[in-house]
């Protein structure tokens, strides 16, 4: 038997953490400032007395303490026995204190550890900030089977039998077949921790496996079953293990290095908004920071909100998905073509981008003080329009051409139905319904809301004259709003398609939305993808000084809304994605499984 402080560890290879005992300096009289960084660690008088490395967030705090306060000390000693490194640490006390409060910690497999494998998508739950939030391996947990940290694959509690003695013996197992762990943890292994009064053994494990799966239980986890905080921090900071491309960078300094002065992110979890925040400047003119209430432009992705309308239009009987559009429009008509002698234009093909119409140049906007032409103007490219005019240039549905000038149509269509100026439509029929208060196609955009909205940059994060610039094609470009509130409308979709909301659209409606139309990649509003091995259903979109993306997956409740006010703000993007997408382990990154 080797004894190594207050742990032992026995000839057959088995850990026993006896104490948490408080540590004392070797002078106690020295000067703080004449101390190393190593002793200022040491135990210091105050109100929270103990070893500040050590310390769980209440004992840090000075709050009570009881059991769990041990457990997390006990998993900070087996982080740095995996990774040689403390979860928490810094120069002085205040910085210890500050990343105990407030920040997290690397996951084991993104330390740089000294241990085998890789611990894989598992999850935290003995390092949460509060001690109600802490794994408690008395009491009533261990009084039914429960899944410690959100039923992962493989950690699994319980009590060894009905009838416990006073000393209230605990397990907990953790099964060798753990997924993404090296050779020597494929192994059948087990972790047996013994809970007597503040006693705690290890028994019954392998070497290779014994601070790994202990590691696991009280500081593992996985990034997704963490609290926001964990999650936002690992996407914020640098990547480890470093992957090259822009892994060795901090968000911030992806930022910087693109010049795109703000990003605001909202994330879906379980078909509700996980967390939502904002990074850098709304407008680099009044330095005013950017936050989740910050209003964007969507671009294009105002085109599927749009569709909504649509079909919700279409639901209530106002006109068909399949009807010849010209039946439909009464304030402008398309004007007669060879290409629509076999096949008529219909709203599936105008939202799906498969009507023929050869529009290729996007909507470049107005400025504020410009006149503004009509829909009528802009579909025949006629002044003060700044874009050519709408035609057909090939029959319908015999190939897809991205085409912001048939959402134009669609548009003037739903109009001439309803009756109604198109932001007074949107409203009534989906962003009330759905919530998105912070949302509106009003064009230009009033003053009131101005106050909260973003100034467009270009792609050297300068101001580039006004503000922003006006679309009075709305469906197509025209919808401020925020991360937050697009991605209500995503969860909306994702619950109709489920059955589970009829809102806005029903089940059978809301299909139409993700199902592709036989040509090209989109259905009605939406692009399609498989991505690894899930399908998703999403939109970019792209207008002066503004770029933003949305992504959500087709039946598993998880997605991403991004939202930026720069040129360059689709680099920085697809880097945000990317990492929310390893943080969750989204089926994006699976892979088949061999048949």
């Not at 599936?348 to 529009?359: A, I, K, Q, V």
């Not at 409308?489 to 059978?508: C, H, P």
Request: aromatic share 8%; proline share 7%.
């Amino acid at each position: 038997m080797r004894r190594y402080g207050r742990d032992i560890v026995t000839k057959r290879g088995h850990v026993k953490v006896l104490d948490f005992g408080l540590a004392k300096r070797a002078d106690a009289n020295a000067p703080a400032d004449t101390q190393s960084p190593t002793e200022q660690l040491l135990t210091a008088a105050g109100s929270a007395i103990g070893t500040v490395a050590y310390m769980s967030p209440e004992q840090a705090r000075g709050q009570p303490v009881d059991v769990r306060t041990d457990l997390w000390s006990l998993g900070v000693v087996l982080y740095q026995m995996l990774t040689g490194a403390r979860p928490f640490d810094g120069a002085t006390t205040a910085v210890v204190f500050k990343g105990i409060l407030h920040q997290a910690a690397f996951t084991p497999s993104r330390a740089q550890s000294k241990g085998s494998g890789s611990t894989g998508p598992h999850h935290r739950k003995a390092a949460r900030k509060g001690p109600g939030q802490t794994i408690r391996l008395g009491g009533s947990f261990a009084r039914r089977p429960a899944a410690v940290a959100g039923a992962d694959r493989f950690w699994w509690c319980r009590s060894r039998s009905q009838a416990q003695t006073s000393t209230e013996d605990r397990y907990c197992a953790c099964s060798g077949s753990i997924r993404g762990l090296t050779k020597p943890l494929a192994r059948e292994s087990q972790l047996l921790v013994h809970e007597s009064s503040n006693m705690m053994a290890f028994m019954r494990i392998g070497t290779s496996v014994r601070f790994y799966c202990a590691t696991l239980l009280v500081f593992g986890w996985s990034l997704a079953a963490q609290e926001p905080a964990q999650i936002i921090s690992a996407i914020e900071n640098r990547q480890v293990p470093n992957r090259q491309g822009l892994d060795p960078f901090t968000l911030q300094e992806i930022m910087d290095r693109y010049h795109v002065p703000g990003v605001s992110v909202a994330v879906i979890k379980d078909f509700k908004v996980h967390w939502a925040k904002a990074w850098g400047l709304a407008d680099v003119e009044t330095k005013e920071p950017a936050d989740t209430t910050t209003l964007f432009q969507a671009a294009s992705m105002s085109k599927p909100v749009a569709a909504m309308a649509s079909l919700r239009a279409i639901q209530e009987g106002k006109f068909s998905l399949d009807q010849d559009i010209n039946t439909i429009l009464k304030s402008w008509k398309m004007p007669p073509s060879p290409f629509m002698q076999e096949s008529p234009v219909t709203p599936r093909e105008l939202m799906s981008h498969t009507s023929g119409t050869g529009d290729g140049f996007g909507f470049p906007g107005y400025a504020p003080s410009a006149p503004l032409p009509t829909l009528p103007q802009i579909l025949d490219g006629l002044p003060p329009a700044n874009v050519g005019k709408v035609r057909l240039e090939r029959p319908p549905m015999t190939a897809y051409k991205y085409s912001g000038g048939a959402v134009t149509i669609e548009q003037l269509a739903l109009m001439d139905v309803m009756g109604q100026p198109f932001p007074e439509i949107m409203r009534r029929m989906v962003l009330d319904p759905i919530g998105m208060t912070n949302s509106t196609y009003e064009q230009p955009l009033p003053p009131e809301r101005d106050k909260h909205a973003a100034r467009a940059h270009d792609g050297e994060g300068h101001a580039m004259g006004p503000k922003w610039h006006v679309y009075p094609e709305m469906a197509a470009a025209g919808l401020w709003t925020t991360p937050t509130d697009l991605a209500k409308f995503m969860i909306e979709v994702q619950l109709a398609l489920l059955g589970k909301s009829k809102r806005v659209l029903t089940q059978t409606m809301a299909q139409e939305m993700v199902t592709p139309v036989g040509v090209g990649p989109y259905a009605v509003g939406f692009t399609i993808e498989k991505m690894g091995e899930g399908w998703y259903f999403g939109h970019g979109g792209s207008n002066w000084g503004f770029r933003s993306d949305m992504l959500a997956h087709r039946i598993k409740g998880y997605g991403v809304v991004i939202m930026t006010n720069g040129d360059n703000g689709g680099i920085v993007m697809r880097e945000v994605r990317d990492r929310i997408a390893r943080a969750y382990d989204w089926d994006m990154l699976d892979k088949p499984v061999p048949r």
